[in-house]
């Protein structure tokens, strides 16, 4: 299992928007390097959902339910998507300024490459992210 955390405007789609939907296509990825991550992506692998823009917080679990398959928003070829589906939100948002401060998770590619919307991340920032959440799996 891998874990990764993907970015989104919460006015443009928003975790309640992704709980309300009960599962999306993970569409408009623009970026060579995020699309190879959403490539690497495989059902089961968990999600940390993170609103960017305002509010700069991960609020929710999410799972990997279907892997990359062609984007259908693209208007030219090459561009990927994946589906995902909520898991449960946050017990308690982790901030960006969290993230920051925090010896494991101020190693995240989040903070590195902040333009990236699908990053990677190692089992211990996953699991950190959590227990600063309060959240349980």
Not at 6 to 24: C, F, I, R
Request: hydrophobic share 40%; net charge positive.
């Amino acid at each position: 299992m891998k874990y990764w955390l993907v970015k989104s405007e919460p006015e443009a789609y928003s975790w309640a928007m992704l709980v309300k939907d009960g599962q999306t296509a993970w569409t408009g990825v623009r970026n060579f390097t995020a699309r190879n991550n959403l490539r690497a992506m495989k059902p089961r692998d968990c999600v940390l959902f993170y609103h960017s823009g305002e509010g700069k917080e991960v609020v929710g679990l999410a799972k990997v339910v279907k892997t990359a398959y062609p984007d259908p928003t693209a208007k030219e070829g090459g561009w990927s998507c994946v589906d995902l589906a909520p898991v449960k939100p946050l017990a308690s948002p982790v901030s960006l300024q969290t993230i920051k401060a925090d010896k494991t998770l101020k190693e995240m590619v989040l903070v590195k490459q902040s333009r990236l919307s699908v990053v990677p991340l190692d089992e211990k920032q996953f699991n950190r992210t959590l227990e600063v959440a309060g959240t349980k799996i």
